[in-house]
């Protein structure tokens, strides 16, 4: 905590009690104001702890955040309700006696939060077991159920608790959370019958008519509208953006099985909160006498089967009141409102129990069985000190408890601050405060005090109201110097003052209480013996009502007894406390009301707290952790004190110029009178800090830098000797296989004609490796490259004919895919002429001639001309062209024939060839026929013919040609004067085909035939 107090003017300071102006509300409210703005939302007065509500999520809660606080010193750390929970933890244990932390504050304050948030702490710091896991999860579920049925929405929360709870936790001997115990105090019943504009009813209602399931809804006769029932709508708010009643309805529902509540318990339990809301809408109307009279059968008739009473009786009972008079009982009829009244006592009344049961029950699960002497640590949630404009009864009992605790609070403090005192012999200074054992007993105090009058007034016979109450409270109270009315008071005070009001001056200031009201509201008629739900309470309505009403007690004296029950649990343990503050009623972030929380600064009582913690000393610790923290300050102490750490301290104050009154020297700490003597110390501490920092960073990086400079020298050491060594190893390996390799190489070309064995295996792969590197690195461009082929090896000679015979087909083939059609015509051409050229050099000329002038020739093959007088056969060469056709001898045109004059079959005169038709035989028959078609464009004149064909030889003289199959192929002039074919067929030809066919065009007036 020390260490915080160099930001503490822009953060403000850990612990209230280091303040100077510590009698000073502004001081107080700047220093809350100051750290609520940095996110830190808690602050010390001593061991108390204060919480400021951040409206909003501070990543403070985590279990990284827990683990920290986890065994540590109090003040060591921020100020943190871990460090309070754990401090109470290890207190406990090494004591080894009871603690409780007390949790007070307005509603929104925090206090629900700041309960879980402990019993968090605790289910995640203790040991584990499976055992211990159920008992810390029924430790943790039994919030959900009780918020359900305690906590409403409010105008100032959403969640509200509208009870006081008080839970003891149970560790056994290791620290190990085995059970726990539930206490409530003054449940606010009233709310059960209405609520404020703004305001809900409590949460299990419309959990469960939002989330029951349908036949739930069925059995219960609900249905899922909270518009339909009058205790849920009065507050005009039955839905809230902030509240998901559908999930914390499953989340009950796992709650109540978790804490092992029965299937039939559970129905019950639904069922008589159920019968509340029937019994809200049970109406009333006035007979001709004004009594009232009952119409709501549907509702009765559900009332009494959830309740288990019969309709007659329950009829009665809200109907009439039972007056006993000695032996005798007589009923008598109530009005209609006196009987709107009954009925909502009776709901509260229903209410009340049915809490009470459950609570029973939630203890019933945490009891721990076993009988060993356990510690406890218990939680105190309760409402803190409430003023509003219109105060009732509610008020008044919190306002009572407020001061009760008040009173206890002060005499703790007192005690525990006399008790360190005596402890330390220091001698003990008397602390003025207020004493509010007056208000305590104005309210309290048998036969004369507010409550004892309210008891006579509800149980003395006749008509007793709630102006016949202030008529008595005025009579017993009327000197009281914390007491006043309307009719007591002053002519100034009296203007303040209503008819049906009094007022009481309580420590934290001045409360109006408005006496008359509304009947839920009413001081005398809480829970009236007048009226006639005792009498239904004594039957069997169901499991959780079988109680008999021997002897009513009201409200207020079971309150009184309850806190002072409370008291003396709390007086037997040590408080720890924690004051929760809320910083605006907007509920947003940020924003911090002065006037509000000096309202609340004020009814929590925590000036007056700072007071008495300020008595005598503000600052205190133990020797040794005053001499760790500040032994740097003196030479004589830094840097290791030798001797007891009290003459260590002596020493250390001496050199630091303390005057006498402004320290003590206790048995075991050292007290400090002033803050500011602590601040002085604290600032010349920064400043010594900086150089001892200096002196550390130099003395601490010559230390490192020189041990640095040592380990480098031994690690280049070492790394040398390691380098040097692995390069020998690999050099000596590279030697060793390098003679290896040589000696196998020699082995190798030594044998290397020899067959393929161990010795030259290595060797010859190597040989063909290397050839078909150096072939891949070498191979020929092109198909005319027939030099660059690498002579291969022996061993290589038949796989280089066979790579070579690849490589040129590779070649081949790629150059002709690289042909365009026109250039692999021209190739096809001079292929032609290169076989011209073979046979019949003379015509080159010829060939040279056509292709240097238009039209180029297209087509060229040998053929065989026949003349027309004896078919004598010469050699010819036919050549194509795109217009005409030429039959060339030894480079000289012996004829032309025109494309354009080619007819069908018939023959036709010409008189460009009047020669006759031609006749010729080729060998590549197909070839020239297809070519010829296509060039004249005259498919249609290609005609197939068997056995003759007749041809012209002139005009006017015809020759035939005779084909017919013979054992050799031969041509000649028969006898008959014809020219006879003669051609071989195979015997596959004569199978499938038949005789030879001829075939006959028509061209120029000329007849072809082949």
């Not at 959900?144 to 149970?170: C, H, W």
């Not at 007589?330 to 009340?352: M, N, Q, W």
């Not at 601490?700 to 050491?717: C, E, I, W």
């Not at 056995?947 to 199959?965: L, M, N, Q, T, Y």
């Amino acid at each position: 905590m020390e260490g915080a107090l160099t930001a503490r003017d822009r953060v403000g300071i850990q612990d209230f009690v280091l303040l100077d102006s510590y009698t000073s509300e502004s001081a107080f409210l700047d220093n809350l104001r100051k750290r609520f703005h940095e996110n830190l939302i808690y602050t010390y007065i001593g061991t108390l702890l204060v919480s400021v509500n951040p409206y909003k999520e501070l990543g403070i809660y985590t279990k990284k955040q827990m683990d920290i606080y986890m065994g540590v010193n109090f003040f060591e750390l921020p100020p943190h309700i871990y460090a309070l929970s754990d401090n109470a933890y290890r207190t406990m244990l090494m004591e080894n006696n009871n603690h409780v932390i007390l949790i007070s504050g307005e509603s929104g304050a925090g206090k629900t939060e700041s309960s879980k948030k402990i019993l968090q702490f605790y289910a995640v710091s203790c040991p584990r077991t499976s055992l211990l896991d159920n008992v810390r999860d029924r430790l943790l579920l039994s919030n959900p159920v009780l918020e359900a049925f305690g906590n409403a929405k409010t105008l100032k929360n959403d969640n509200s608790s509208r009870f006081g709870k008080y839970m003891d936790i149970q560790f056994d001997f290791q620290g190990e959370a085995v059970g726990g115990h539930i206490l409530s105090y003054l449940l606010e019943k009233s709310r059960v019958v209405h609520q404020n504009h703004g305001e809900r009813n409590f949460h299990i209602f419309y959990q469960l008519v939002e989330g029951a399931e349908d036949g739930l809804l069925r059995w219960l006769g609900l249905e899922r509208n909270c518009q339909l029932y009058r205790y849920l709508v009065q507050g005009q708010c039955a839905k809230v953006s902030s509240i998901s009643d559908k999930t914390d309805w499953r989340t009950v529902r796992k709650a109540l099985s978790v804490i092992e509540i029965s299937e039939a318990d559970t129905e019950h339990l639904f069922g008589v909160i159920a019968s509340v809301l029937h019994l809200g809408n049970i109406r009333f109307e006035a007979d001709a006498r004004g009594y009232a009279t009952l119409n709501s059968s549907t509702e009765m008739h559900w009332l009494s089967k959830l309740l288990g009473v019969h309709v007659q009786v329950l009829r009665e009972g809200l109907t009439h009141r039972k007056i006993e008079a000695r032996a005798e009982e007589v009923l008598s009829p109530l009005t209609a409102e006196h009987a709107i009244y009954a009925r909502d006592a009776l709901a509260k009344a229903i209410y009340g129990r049915t809490f009470a049961w459950l609570v029973n029950k939630t203890n019933e699960s945490l009891a721990n069985k076993d009988s060993t002497r356990k510690t406890v640590i218990g939680l105190l949630d309760i409402y803190g000190f409430e003023v509003f404009h219109v105060n009732s009864f509610e008020q008044f009992c919190i306002n009572y408890c407020n001061e009760k605790l008040q009173q206890l609070f002060i005499q703790l403090t007192l005690k525990s601050e006399q008790e360190e005192y005596e402890a330390e012999g220091i001698e003990w200074e008397a602390v003025p405060f207020f004493n509010n054992k007056i208000i305590c007993d104005l309210v309290e105090e048998k036969h004369r005090g507010i409550i004892s009058v309210l008891d006579e007034e509800c149980l003395r016979p006749g008509e007793a109201s709630d102006l016949t109450f202030l008529e008595k409270l005025e009579e017993k109270l009327g000197g009281h110097p914390h007491f006043v009315t309307h009719k007591l008071a002053d002519q100034k005070t009296r203007k303040t003052l209503e008819r049906g009001d009094f007022r009481l001056l309580h420590y934290a200031g001045e409360v109006t209480y408005c006496v008359v009201g509304k009947e839920h509201s009413s001081w005398s008629g809480n829970e009236p013996k007048s009226f006639s739900f005792c009498n239904i309470s004594t039957l069997p309505c169901s499991n959780l009502l079988q109680t008999r009403c021997l002897g009513f007690l009201q409200v207020a004296t079971q309150f009184k007894s309850s806190l002072a029950g409370l008291t003396e649990i709390l007086m037997s343990k040590e408080p720890w406390y924690v004051r929760c503050l809320k910083p605006n009623n907007s509920k947003q972030s940020g924003c911090f009301d002065d006037v509000l929380v000096r309202h609340q600064v004020k009814y929590l009582g925590l000036m007056e707290h700072l007071r008495v913690r300020r008595a005598g000393f503000a600052y205190r610790r133990r020797f040794e952790v005053f001499l760790q923290r500040y032994k740097a300050l003196c030479p004589d102490t830094w840097p290791h004190w030798k001797g007891k750490p009290a003459d260590g301290v002596q020493r250390l104050v001496i050199h630091l110029g303390y005057r006498p009154d402004e320290y003590k020297m206790g048995r075991t700490k050292i007290f400090i009178r002033h803050p500011r003597t602590l601040f002085a110390t604290e600032d010349a501490f920064e400043m010594c800090k900086h150089k001892l920092a200096t002196r550390i960073q130099a003395k601490y990086r010559g230390y490192r830098v020189k041990g640095a400079f040592h380990r480098q020298r031994d690690a280049a050491t070492k790394i040398e000797a390691c380098w040097r060594g692995m390069q020998a190893r690999k050099e000596r390996e590279r030697r060793t296989w390098a003679v290896k390799v040589i000696k196998r190489f020699i082995k190798g070309f030594m044998n290397r004609n020899q067959p393929v064995c161990v010795d030259n295996a290595e060797y010859l792969t190597f040989v063909r490796q290397n050839y078909l590197i150096r072939l891949k690195e070498n191979l020929p461009k092109n198909l005319l490259d027939k030099n660059t082929w690498l002579t291969p090896p022996p061993i290589m000679q038949e796989a280089s004919r066979i790579l070579h015979q690849l490589y040129v087909r590779l070649l081949v083939r790629k150059y002709v895919r690289g042909l365009s059609a026109q250039r692999k015509a021209q190739v096809q051409y001079f292929c032609c002429v290169l076989i011209l050229i073979q046979s019949h050099l003379s015509l080159l000329s010829f060939l040279l001639y056509l292709s240097m002038s238009p039209p180029l020739p297209q087509y060229s093959v040998l053929v065989v001309k026949y003349d027309r007088n004896g078919f004598r056969p010469r050699q010819r060469q036919l050549v194509l062209t795109q217009a005409a056709a030429y039959l060339v001898e030894e480079a000289k045109i012996k004829q032309r024939v025109e494309y354009g004059s080619l007819k069908e079959l018939c023959v036709l005169s010409c008189s460009v060839c009047p020669q006759g038709d031609l006749v010729l035989q080729c060998d590549h028959l197909f070839e020239l026929v297809t070519k010829l078609s296509m060039l004249a464009n005259k498919a249609s004149a290609i005609k197939v013919v068997q056995g003759s064909i007749r041809f012209d030889i002139h005009p006017g003289k015809e020759g035939f040609v005779d084909f017919r199959s013979g054992q050799e192929t031969m041509v000649y002039r028969a006898k008959n004067g014809h020219l006879m074919v003669v051609s071989v067929l195979t015997a596959d030809h004569l199978k499938k085909t038949s005789p030879l066919p001829s075939a006959k065009s028509s061209l120029s007036g000329q007849t072809f035939f082949m």
